[in-house]
């Protein structure tokens, strides 16, 4: 069994050097689930990995309350990027579409995927960001 990758974020300064190792690691992994407690700056960390990928930065911001919101990266490629906290009920994601989403090839970036947990397909990467230090975090991927 592969053993997790850890990416030490010691900073906010560190976080385009920590989305780079995160690219460099996905293979042909397309959804990516980001868990972690509130605060812990998953969007924040969703927001510079776009950016590392040519999504222009006055486009991207949290759909937390449109479920979805979809991006362009420097290859005019979709990238999807969902945030369910506000999901009363995960028929809410499949009545939406989100299964189509998640098997369209393109970029999936979720957070809050445990309250969708049975739409994941099976092999989707779980991306746990921990509250380390007042500016640190770290990284964690289940492989």
């Known amino acids: 069994m592969a053993q997790d990758l850890i990416i030490t974020i010691p900073s906010l300064e560190a976080l385009p050097e920590a989305a780079a190792a995160l690219r460099a690691h996905l293979g042909v992994a397309t959804v ?3 868990e972690g407690e509130m605060g812990a700056g998953k969007t924040t960390f969703i927001k510079v990995l776009c950016e590392s990928m040519g999504v222009p930065t006055d486009e991207i911001s949290s759909p937390t309350f449109s479920l979805v919101n979809e991006y362009r990266d420097a ?3 979709p990238v999807y ?7 009363n009920d ?3 994601a499949a009545q939406m579409g989100a299964q189509e989403y998640f098997d369209s090839g393109y970029l999936c970036l979720i957070e809050w995927p445990s309250r969708i947990a049975d739409l994941l397909p099976p092999d989707h990467l779980l991306l746990t960001l ?3 230090g007042p500016s640190s975090r770290e990284l964690r991927i289940k492989k």
């Open 32 to 34: 990516l689930c980001f």
């Open 75 to 77: 290859q005019n490629r």
């Open 81 to 87: 990027h969902f945030d369910f906290y506000r999901l």
């Open 90 to 92: 995960p028929q809410e």
């Open 130 to 132: 921990t509250v380390t």
